[in-house]
C-alpha cells in the first residue's frame, strides 16, 4: 500500500472537512497506523504522551468517518484502505479543493462549502487560513517528551501570539523541569504548517552569536532556492549573453545592470553569520521561520544580577531586540530560567514581544500519579501545591516516594522536613547562578516563616536599600520569588521546596 498516498487523501479529506491540513501528529498517528504501531510508540516518535496521541486519533477517525460515510478506526483503516473505498473519494475530493466542477454527492457538496467558507473567511487563529505549507523541520537535539498533560490555555494563548498577532519574540520561562521545552515541542505541530521552516537549538554550550546564525542560515537554505541572499545566488553568469547572437540581440537590454549586485555589503559564506543579525533578518523576512532557542539562560553570567550577559554574548541583546522591532514575518522563541533584559523592556509593545510565565500544571498533575498507580488520592492535591505543580519535580518526589516511603504519600508529607532527593542537584544550578546579596535575600525569606513585605530593607540585612530591591527585582527575573496577594498588601515568599533547599545549605 502507498502510505504517501494514503496520506495524501486523508489530508485533502481532513482540509475538505475542517479547512485545516493534516497536523505533524495526525501524520504520524496515520503513518504508524498504517504500519501496524501501538499509540505508545507513535507517541515516542512524536514526544508526546500517549492519552494525547489517542485523543488526537480518535478524533482524526471521526473527522475520516464523517468525510467517507463509513466508520474508520485504527484497527479499521488498514482493511479499508486496501479495500479501495477510501480511493474511491479521491477525485471526488479532489474536485471540491479545488472548488471547480462539483460533480458530486451531496455530502461532498456540503464539504466543499466547508473548506470554502474558512478558505474566506479565517476568524480565529484556531480556523487560521489554510496553507499546504509542507514545513522543513530540525529539531536538532531537542529533548524526547514521552507525556504531555493539560497546557491548554497556554497552548492557545502561544497560538494566539503568533497565528494571530504575530508576536516575533516570545520568552516562555520558568524554572528547570517547569515543562518549557515540553511545551514548546507541543506547540509546533499545532502551528507547523504556518511556517516555512522550524528549527530547535539549545544554546546549552553557549554557542556564539555568529555560530548560532551561521548554523540558522544553513538550515534556512537547506538546498532551496534562497531569494533573499541575492548576490551568491545570482544567475549572473548563467544569463545566456554570450551565447546569444550578439548582433541580433539588444543586450543592453539585458537586466543585468539592474540586479542590486554591488549595492549589498554581502559577507562570504563562512562570514555569514558574522554580522550582527542583519543578514538572519534577510531570512526571516524571506520565509516564515519558527525558531526555538531552548537553555537561553547559559548565555547569561552566573553569579551576577539576573539577564546579564556573559562578557562576549552581548550581541545576543542586539539580535533579540533586532527580531522582535524588525519587520518580518518569522518569530523566535526562547526557553529560558531568567528573563532577558531586553524582553523586560520590549514587552510594553505588546505585538511584538510577549513573555509566557510557565507556572505549575495544578490539578491536571493528578494524571501523573494515576498513571503511576498512586494510591490515597485525597493527598495528591497537597503533594502538588508543595512543588508547586512543577512536573520534573513531581515526577522526582513520586520516585522518592515509592522507593524510600513503599508509595505511601502519607507517610512522605508527615516526614519531618522536606524530601528533596534529585531535586536538590537541580536546585544547586539555579542557586550557583545567583550574587551574593540575592543569596543574602534568599537566606532570609528562607527562614521566615510565612510571607513578608519588602517595602523596608530588613535590619537584619546587611545590604544597602537600593542593593536589597535590586536583588529581590532579579529573584523575581529568575522566579525564585513567589508573590502573594493579601488584600491590598503584596507579601513575598519562597516557595517550600526552594525554602527547604536554602535553609539545607545554609545549615
Ligand atoms: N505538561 C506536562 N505533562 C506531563 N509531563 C510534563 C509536562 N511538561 C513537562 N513534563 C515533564 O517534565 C519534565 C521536564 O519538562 P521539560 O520540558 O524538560 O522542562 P524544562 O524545559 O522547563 O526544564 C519532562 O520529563 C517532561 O516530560
Ligand atoms: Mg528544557
Redesign the pocket.
Known sequence: MDIAAALKLADDLVFVQTGKRLDYVQQAILRGTLKKRTYTQIAKEVYS?SSHVRNVGSELWKILSEGLGENITKASLKPILEKGTFYNYQSAIVENITGETVTVNNKLNICYKKAHESRESPKTPQNPQPTAKQPRIDLGDA?E???????TSQLTTLENWILASRTRLIAIL??????????AL?LIPQIQHQFDCIIWRSLRNSPPLSALQTDLIKFCRGGAPVPALPVPALPVPALPVPALPVPALPVPALPVPALPVPALPVPAPEEEGATTGGLPLQYLRSHRCLIVL?DVQTIFSSQQLAGNYKPGYENYGTFFKQIAESCHNSCMIL?SWEKPREIAALESQQKSCQTLQ?NG?GE??R??FTEKGFAESEKWSELIELYRGN??WL?TAAAAIQDLFNGKISDFLSYDSLVLGDLEYLLDKHFQRLSDTEKQVMSWLANQNKAVEISKKPALLELSPSEFLKAVESLRRRLLIEKVQKGDRTLFQLQPAIAEYIKERIK
Request: net charge negative; glycine share 10%; no cysteine.
Open positions: 504522551s529533548p517528551i514521552l507525556t504531555f498533560y493539560d497546557r520558568g524554572l528547570a523541569g517547569s515543562g518549557k521545552s515540553a511545551i507541543q531552548d526557553l510557565l500544571l491536571s498533575a494524571e501523573l512536573p520534573f515526577n
